[in-house]
């Protein structure tokens, strides 16, 4: 059997229109300095821009006449281009982590648990927490709630935390499944 690979499609670029390639009859002109000039034809504001060395850019093409800019093209791009990777860095991942109880847990391992779940936290990360219930464990599913819910008091408990429930307690078949945050 033949596998197919698809390409993703590449996020569209932001194109700008410049010089020739605006075909509108008239633009609305800004020069170099950032002030309005005003309607002119397009011939006219190429001309302009022309003598300053410099590109008519179509800033606003959906604006009727359309928003043209006396700029330099290169320098434009790159600008964006370093405005759209700084907001990118500055993008905080939030990572889901995941701590599973069980209904028989020991003392120990609860403790571990509740341990790995204020790391998580103080990371900034979101955490769920599940309990599986296998076999005859399933008629006890009340025991099951109740473990959930001490371990969320447990962590409400911690100072300097602020948790809330992104998601509250729910039960899907034998799995209780919850989702903390920690609000700061």
Known sequence: ???????????????????????????????ETGENVGVMPTSEAIAMAQDLELDLVEVNPK??????????????????EKKAHK??????KVE?????????????DAELRFNQS?????????????LLLKGREKQ???????IMNEFFNKLKAVPDFNIEAEQPLTKQGGRFSMILINKK
Do not use: C
């Open 1 to 31: 059997m033949r596998i197919k690979f698809h390409r993703t499609e590449a996020k569209e670029k932001v194109f700008f229109k410049s010089n020739s390639q605006i075909k509108a009859p008239e633009v609305f002109l800004i020069d």
């Open 63 to 80: 604006a009727n006449p359309p928003v043209a800019k006396i700029v330099d093209l290169g320098q434009l791009k790159y600008e964006r």
């Open 87 to 92: 907001q990118k860095m500055q993008q905080k």
């Open 96 to 108: 889901l982590k995941a701590v599973r109880l069980s209904f028989r847990i020991s003392e120990h």
């Open 118 to 130: 204020v790391k998580f936290l103080n990371k900034g990360d979101k955490l769920k927490v599940e």
């Open 140 to 146: 006890y599913p009340q025991k099951a709630a109740e």
